[in-house]
């Protein structure tokens, strides 16, 4: 049973344009929700989290929105980068990361920014 | 300095070999993590030490063992593998408790491990 959904295996975008990354999830006891970028052969890199008290969070070019009654969040980069082509992994958990804490991950979303 | 140090980058053993994978971190975090991440797959917990003690075992397989000497450092010793466990092994760790907003998991870039 897969909790934490990216139904998009792939995203394809203009640079300069926005990139949306989205992401559903089924267990209600999640309320920590966080991004990662992966390269190939490197371990996921930490982008930008949102906790379930909020419905927005921004960092730079990268803000997310959770909408908690219909259990989906998005990643927004804008302006996209090439630099930015990466596999997108969504991952959540039931409380803040640390001990005894667990992340469930999405299948992850590829993205491909064009020059 | 947010670094999850892994060694090896690669490794290759036989079923019948013994082998160790390492990670270190020098952040102060008190929770370690191993995640095993297979081709085009999500990563997957394995196990979980919170203040050096195995807080979460994801029914792994006993050829799987892993041992906190400290709270820097988490290893994974590896004993009669099968060629299916090869895959991406990750290690991450965070801060452990409170309720700060950057009480986030950190990766390390993984070991590579290929079972022959």
């Known amino acids: 049973d897969q909790q934490v959904k990216q139904n998009s295996p792939s995203l394809s975008v203009q640079e300069g344009r926005i990139s949306i990354l989205n992401c559903d999830y089924t267990n209600s006891m999640f309320d920590y929700f966080l991004w990662y970028k992966k390269y190939p052969a490197e371990g996921p890199t930490f982008l930008i989290s949102?906790?379930?008290?909020?419905d927005k969070n921004e960092d730079g070019r990268f803000t997310v929105f959770l909408n908690k009654s219909a259990k989906h969040l998005s990643l927004h980069i804008v302006p996209s980068q090439p630099g930015d082509s990466a596999v997108y992994f969504c991952?959540?958990?039931?409380?803040?990361?640390?001990?005894?804490?667990?992340?469930?991950f999405g299948k992850g979303i590829t993205l491909s920014v064009r020059p | 300095d947010t670094e999850v140090t892994q060694t090896p980058k690669h490794l290759v053993m036989g079923m019948t070999n013994k082998k160790s994978l390492k990670c270190e971190q020098h952040m102060g975090h008190r929770a370690m993590y191993w995640y095993k991440q297979k081709a085009k797959k999500p990563p997957e917990l394995m196990f979980v030490?919170?203040?050096?003690?195995?807080?979460i075992n994801e029914s792994v397989p006993s050829r799987f063992s892993p041992e906190c000497p400290n709270s820097s450092l988490l290893n994974l010793h590896l004993h009669a593998l099968q060629p299916e466990d090869s895959a991406l092994y990750l290690c991450a760790s965070s801060q452990g408790g409170g309720r700060s907003s950057r009480n986030t998991i950190y990766f390390g870039e993984g070991s590579w491990l290929t079972v022959v």
């Open positions: 030490y919170s203040y050096e003690k195995l807080s």
């Open positions: 991952a959540a958990s039931s409380f803040l990361p640390g001990a005894n804490s667990k992340l469930t």
């Open positions: 949102i906790s379930s008290i909020k």
